[in-house]
Structure formats: structure tokens, C-alpha cells
């Protein structure tokens, strides 16, 4: 009979439960990254998946006395992780009702609080989006929009046309745009 999984896998998980941290180490390196990059792609946000991970991996020192040898360790770093993508999106969609609740019905301090949170959120999602441009179109949508800089100043301070710079800001802002659209974030 063959083993799902390896036996230093198995080896692993023993020296966990007797509290050897290099085999915490050793588990964390071999596993992290592959971690990082399968809640990357359903939570689209580098900080929110760097600090998922540390509580996948904070769980399972927390943990490590509970674990059965017999199961997979990659199987439970997975199950542990898809529950902790599943209550971040859980409490996204709390803290957002929450936010429309109190615009909807609560006193002018309640709504300047929820609208504070909204307005937050998306600032958040749009600098996540502004992340994802190629890096000139970032620098020069960030001297037009950060740093108030009009198009002939960008032109100038990068080397550029003005007509470059302008079609940097166009595309950037048709991409953030249609981005925010497919989010169902604007309407039109």
C-alpha cells in the first residue's frame, strides 16, 4: 500500500506536537508560499494575504497537540487556510452590511462613521487596483492624483511629453474604472 504523503511529513508532525520549533520552521518553509499564492488568488490583497497566513500558521502552533499524524499536514494547512479566507470574506460582507445599515438608518454620527468605513474600503480596493498598473502609469497617476501635480509638471519632472503623460492618466484611469465596474463597485 502506497502513503498519500511522505513519511517526514509524518516525522514532521510528531516533533510539532512535541514542540520542536525547527519542525515548526521547516513546515512553515515548505508550505508558506504555496499558502500565499492559493489565498492570494481569492483575496487579491498582498496585506490581507500575508496576515491570513500568519494565523494559519499561528493555528497550527496553537494547535500542534490536536493534530493526527495519520492525516495529511498539507491537507490540514489548506482546510485551516480556506476557513480563514472564508471568515475574512465573512467579515468583509459583516463589516459592509454594517457600514449600509447605519447610512440606511442611523443617527448623522452613525452615518458619517459608516460612510468614513466605505469610503476607506474603497480607498483601499482603488490603491490595490493603482498596484496592479505598470509601474509608469502608477508613478505618473500618483503625481497627477497624490501630489496635485498638473500634466505639463509630470512632463516635465519625468521627461515626457504632455501628451504621454495624459494618455498614462487616461488609460490608468480607464483600467481603474473598469476594474472597480467588473466589482460591481461603480455603477454607471
Given at each position: 500500500?502506497?502513503?498519500?504523503?511522505?513519511?517526514?511529513d509524518?516525522?514532521?508532525?510528531?516533533?510539532?506536537?512535541?514542540?520542536?520549533?525547527?519542525?515548526?520552521?521547516l513546515?512553515?518553509?515548505?508550505?508558506?508560499?504555496?499558502?500565499?499564492?492559493?489565498?492570494?488568488?481569492?483575496?487579491?490583497?498582498?496585506?490581507?494575504?500575508?496576515?491570513i497566513?500568519?494565523?494559519?500558521?499561528?493555528?497550527?502552533?496553537?494547535?500542534?497537540?490536536?493534530?493526527n499524524?495519520s492525516?495529511?499536514?498539507?491537507?490540514?494547512?489548506?482546510?485551516?487556510?480556506?476557513?480563514?479566507?472564508y471568515?475574512?470574506?465573512?467579515?468583509?460582507?459583516?463589516?459592509?452590511?454594517?457600514?449600509?445599515?447605519?447610512?440606511?438608518?442611523?443617527?448623522?454620527?452613525?452615518?458619517?462613521?459608516?460612510?468614513?468605513?466605505?469610503?476607506?474600503?474603497?480607498?483601499?480596493?482603488?490603491?490595490?487596483?493603482?498596484?496592479?498598473?505598470?509601474?509608469?502609469?502608477?508613478?505618473?497617476?500618483?503625481?497627477?492624483?497624490?501630489?496635485?501635480?498638473c500634466?505639463?509638471?509630470?512632463?516635465?519632472?519625468?521627461?515626457?511629453?504632455?501628451?504621454?503623460?495624459?494618455?498614462?492618466?487616461?488609460?490608468?484611469?480607464?483600467?481603474?474604472?473598469?476594474?472597480?465596474?467588473?466589482?460591481?463597485?461603480?455603477t454607471?
Open positions: 500500500m502506497t502513503e498519500r504523503f511522505s513519511n517526514s509524518v516525522s514532521l508532525v510528531r516533533r510539532l506536537k512535541e514542540n520542536d520549533k525547527p519542525a515548526f520552521e513546515i512553515f518553509n515548505k508550505f508558506s508560499k504555496k499558502l500565499y499564492y492559493f489565498t492570494l488568488n481569492y483575496v487579491h490583497s498582498q496585506a490581507e494575504t500575508e496576515e497566513i500568519q494565523n494559519v500558521f499561528v493555528a497550527l502552533w496553537e494547535n500542534r497537540d490536536m493534530l499524524e492525516f495529511p499536514i498539507q491537507s490540514y494547512l489548506y482546510k485551516v487556510t480556506i476557513n480563514h479566507i471568515n475574512y470574506f465573512k467579515h468583509q460582507l459583516v463589516r459592509r452590511r454594517y457600514a449600509e445599515n447605519m447610512i440606511l438608518e442611523g443617527t448623522d454620527e452613525d452615518k458619517e462613521a459608516a460612510q468614513g468605513i466605505l469610503t476607506n474600503d474603497l480607498g483601499e480596493i482603488v490603491d490595490k487596483i493603482i498596484g496592479e498598473l505598470p509601474l509608469r502609469q502608477q508613478v505618473i497617476y500618483r503625481l497627477s492624483r497624490t501630489e496635485g501635480l500634466h505639463a509638471e509630470i512632463a516635465m519632472r519625468l521627461g515626457l511629453s504632455v501628451r504621454s503623460v495624459e494618455n498614462q492618466i487616461y488609460r490608468a484611469l480607464k483600467y481603474i474604472r473598469e476594474k472597480l465596474n467588473r466589482e460591481s463597485i461603480l454607471e
